[in-house]
């Protein structure tokens, strides 16, 4: 596959997010076997978000991952969920207002020019957005620049798995049969083909780390999921 000129990219991530924001939260279930859910529970486990804490959600689409956060951090802590969707942010701003969380704010933003000044947040994750960015690498450069030293970030993400027969089996099912079950449950076909081309693209779990490393982060870990279809980095910010 050729690689797509970021800004063609952008506009077709922002095309495809704006079209599927009303039944995004289903379809991901529906796709994934509910497994996002556990995935995720795990990812902000590693997350460790201590309370008082500041954090920011890159990504953050329909609230999810954000709104645990807030919970985490406490009333003394703040969290921003950021996404350049504002369709997909209607949708993370009613389960919002159906919380009392007081300590979270959402923010329609590029990850690739986070709104804010360098050394602002104590941690940072990213949910299955990272691999819609223009630019990895840009993207975590960017995220470095906003954590403050000794700080955190998460990144939950498909990957590669190399198991023989399974991995035939992953991707057919990510060609096949999702954007199939997009067109059925969401009259999404395209956009459905669109997050099996992103996938299929993305960097495996050393290729990622690599990137990380490249960004400046230091100690990163990967914890595979399910034999690889998806994983969990962390890394830190180093001290300075």
Request: proline content about 5%; charged content about 20%.
């Amino acid at each position: 596959m050729t690689a797509m000129d970021p800004e063609a990219k952008h506009k077709r991530v922002h095309q495809v997010f704006q079209t599927i924001y009303k039944k995004y939260d289903a379809m991901n279930s529906l796709i994934s076997f509910n497994r996002h859910k556990t995935w995720r529970r795990l990812a902000d486990e590693l997350a460790a978000a201590a309370p008082g804490s500041s954090y920011i959600d890159i990504c953050c689409g329909t609230g999810d991952w954000t709104l645990t956060l807030g919970n985490d951090v406490g009333p003394e802590g703040q969290v921003v969920g950021l996404d350049f969707s504002d369709h997909m942010l209607k949708i993370a701003k009613m389960k919002l207002d159906n919380t009392d969380l007081e300590n979270v704010r959402l923010v329609n933003g590029d990850a690739m020019a986070i709104p804010y000044d360098g050394a602002t947040f104590d941690g940072a994750t990213i949910g299955f957005g990272l691999r819609n960015v223009p630019d990895y690498l840009k993207v975590l450069q960017e995220i470095y620049r906003v954590l403050k030293p000794g700080g955190t970030f998460v990144c939950l993400e498909t990957s590669q798995t190399y198991v023989p027969v399974y991995r035939q089996l992953y991707f057919f099912y990510f060609r096949f049969i999702m954007p199939f079950l997009g067109k059925l449950f969401a009259g999404s076909y395209k956009e459905y083909a669109w997050l099996n081309e992103s996938a299929h693209k993305f960097p495996d779990r050393d290729q990622l780390s690599a990137l990380f490393r490249q960004a400046g982060f230091e100690v990163v870990t990967v914890k595979p999921l399910m034999g690889g279809i998806a994983a969990i980095h962390k890394a830190v910010k180093p001290e300075k």
